[in-house]
């Protein structure tokens, strides 16, 4: 395990280092004496401190040293510009940017990429020219998706990532732990802070049998979140295991793992196989394939290693399936599928079938459609319905057009788009329904949500493998069952389309297309980050002041906060999502959805300074212009939803101190500690009830300590003031993000000493 093995072909100085994940899991294991899980495994090897980590499944926090970030455009922007904010001279970590998110199809790749470029072109400069800055790895526009391109390029067995992308997982199929997190917990592993995880649960999934006919990859993914539903696999890895392993592809293991994230999982994991090796070695990274093969003993579970929950699927028996509408977890074997298109009133009529994206858009995936698209063709018939392909990579285009799979698919009548999220992210102009007119597309994508492709509640929108796409798109009907039922040729001679087929790499190897890859440059000191001081969707982020070393006295809330306050109350997504590489425009949706409790509305707050009511962000502006500083207080669980760092910026942007509430979601918590905020809880919750909107408080930071409580004395604005003891969970590390004025100030004041 001594050997130096780049972890890809384009860093020269990060190598994989089997040696030390050993090591640590040497360590864990004369901890545990216990047979360990691949998921385990994988998660143990990377700990902080694998002497004194706490280790419970479900129960401990994990603190773990990924070997890489990966980030698309869109979460890209706010966590660069944070990692700007330290002050560092590159990231401590390697990681890459892909920009994918921002293209919109409208007619066709080579167009819309154009367009895009023209549209994003400040956001574009400003990632290429910060990567280039910070030593971070620039897949340009029309490189393709992010996912795609790290299985090609970046996924290495037994390997951590984290990714700023919720499908990230879809490395588990070369065995990476790959895993989808906020921008903040980036941030973090670029600045090199531990990157914290509870650790998770394992749900086994034996695969017994071989796939054939009709049946894909796909479908064992469809099938599962059809038992697990949309909430079954939060908190836990789903490992899959047992000798149907080896019967599926690299590739479609990952789409298997990429759906995961359908269910909630943390991700999901293939062991290592020779698979995986034979994919290795066609995208140029047989030493990798065999640097894994010395390690191969600890890239799979042990033997009688035990799963929180054990699902077994036999791959002999699974039939084809359909999922959706509205939700992927509504899952219908192909038998049924015409019955329950009936039963539920489902528009029966298929107007879009859509292939492609992160999820399915392998040599082999292109390859299978195309043979299906061909027996059509054949039989002298076209794609009734309309049809689209989004390839994942510059590589997956390049090839399938060299060896023909997208001419056909051109033939066929289908469109191709550019290489990029597209369709799947609702970057789609569709014209050919009208808002609100219910209709039925289907789709090889992962996610089916109300209005997520076209922007439209009335779309049914359907998941399934790119197989039954085609079929059906041939057909133009929901009703198609392509096992079963047959088509009339250009003559009226009724035909069965025969089964898929196709190679699952190809013969001629890849044709890397063009390249699209931007290396950071040797000498990075004379880049200049390109922001313009008039962008209204990029702002260069100011370090956060330090504290003043004093209490704050005469506080105003600027909000009693009254039931449910999520992250999407504190900062709300939908059109502001333009605004979240600008941290001052995004500012002017803080707290918007949050409810009074002066008064049970939204936004609007009274300002203590003038007696006026007014916007949360305008109120609270006002305080900070005048150099008063002020606290929000809150009920249960504030902050839950997402990790969504812009909810802990704001308030820390607009002046705020302190967030006190009956209780917080815990990733929430966290990310104001880092913003440098205090989020503190009534020791006793009916507290809450004691405070009025209209009450100034005094918070004795100067007691800030380990273990021990806050003061906070109220001063009624008629009455008696009175004192209220506040908790908090701040360890000592912690405790210096506040000091310094945030986690970053506090990892670059360490990186300068
Ligand atoms: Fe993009 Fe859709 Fe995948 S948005 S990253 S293609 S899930």
Known sequence: LDRKVRQNNWEENNFINYKKMSENLAIVRSRLNRPLTFAEKILYSHLDDPHGQDI??????LKLRPDRVACQDATA??????????????????????????????????KDLDRAVNIN???????????????????????????????????????????????????????????????????????????ELKAPKVIGVKLTGQMSGWTAPKDIILKVAGILTVKGGTGAIVEYHGPGVETISATGMATVCNMGAEIGATTSLFPFNDRMYDYLAATKRKDIGDFARSYAKELREDEGAEYDQLIEINLSELEPHINGPFTPDLATPISKFSEAVKA?????????????????????????????????????????????????????????????????????????????????????????????????????????????????????SFVTSPDLVVAMTI????????????????????????PPSGNSMPPAGYDPGQDTYQ?????????????SPSSDRLQILSPFAPWDGKDALDCPILIKAQGKTTTDHISMAGPWLKYRGHLDNISNNMLIGAINAANGEANKVKNQTTEAWDAVPAVARDYKAKGIKWVVIGDWNYGE??????????????????????????????????????????????????????????????????????????????????????????????????RNGSALNTMAKNTKN
């Open 56 to 61: 419970e499944r479900g129960v401990s926090y």
């Open 77 to 110: 922007q706010m966590a660069i510009l944070q990692f700007m904010s330290a002050g560092m001279p590159s990231v401590a970590n390697p990681t890459t940017v892909h920009c994918d998110h921002l293209i919109e199809a409208q007619v066709g790749g080579a």
């Open 121 to 195: 072109k400040e956001v574009y400069d400003f990632l290429s020219s910060a990567c280039a800055k910070y030593n971070i790895g620039f897949w340009k526009p029309g490189s393709g998706i992010i996912h795609q391109i790290i299985l090609e390029n970046y996924a290495f067995p037994g390997g951590l990532l984290i990714g700023t992308d919720s499908h990230t997982p879809n490395a588990g199929g070369l065995g990476m732990a790959a895993i989808g997190v906020g921008g903040a917990d980036a941030v973090d592993v670029m600045a090199n802070l531990p990157w």
């Open 344 to 460: 539920n009133g489902w528009p029966e009529e298929l107007k879009v079938g859509l292939i492609g994206s992160c999820t399915n858009s392998s040599y082999e995936d292109m390859s299978r459609a195309a043979s299906i698209a061909r027996d059509a063709l054949d039989h002298g018939l076209k794609a009734k319905s309309q049809f689209f392909v989004s390839p994942g990579s510059e590589q997956v285009r390049a090839t399938t057009f060299r060896d023909g799979q997208l001419k056909t698919i051109e033939e066929f009548g289908g469109v191709v788009l550019a290489n990029a999220c597209g369709p799947c992210i609702g970057q789609w102009d569709r014209r050919d329904v009208k808002k609100g007119e219910p209709n039925s597309i289907i789709s090889s994508f992962n996610r089916n949500f109300t209005g997520r492709n076209d922007g439209n509640p009335a779309t049914h």
């Open 475 to 498: 057909a133009g009907t929901l009703h198609f069952n392509p096992l079963k039922d047959t088509l009339k040729d250009k003559d009226g001679n009724e035909f069965k389309l025969a």
């Open 519 to 531: 290396a950071p440059p040797k000498d990075r000191n004379t880049v200049s980050v390109q922001v």
């Open 641 to 738: 939803g997402s990790s969504r760092e812009h909810a802990a910026l704001e308030p820390r942007h607009l002046g705020g101190l302190a967030i006190i509430t009956r209780s917080f979601a815990r990733i929430h918590e966290t990310n104001l500690k880092k913003q440098g905020m205090l989020p503190l809880t009534f020791s006793d919750p009916a507290d809450y009830d004691k405070i009025q909107p209209d009450d100034k408080v005094d918070i004795l930071c100067t007691e800030l300590a380990v273990g021990k409580p806050i003061t906070m004395r109220v001063h009624p604005k008629n009455g008696e003031s009175f004192d209220i003891k506040l908790s908090h969970t701040f360890n000592e590390g912690q405790i210096a993000w506040f």
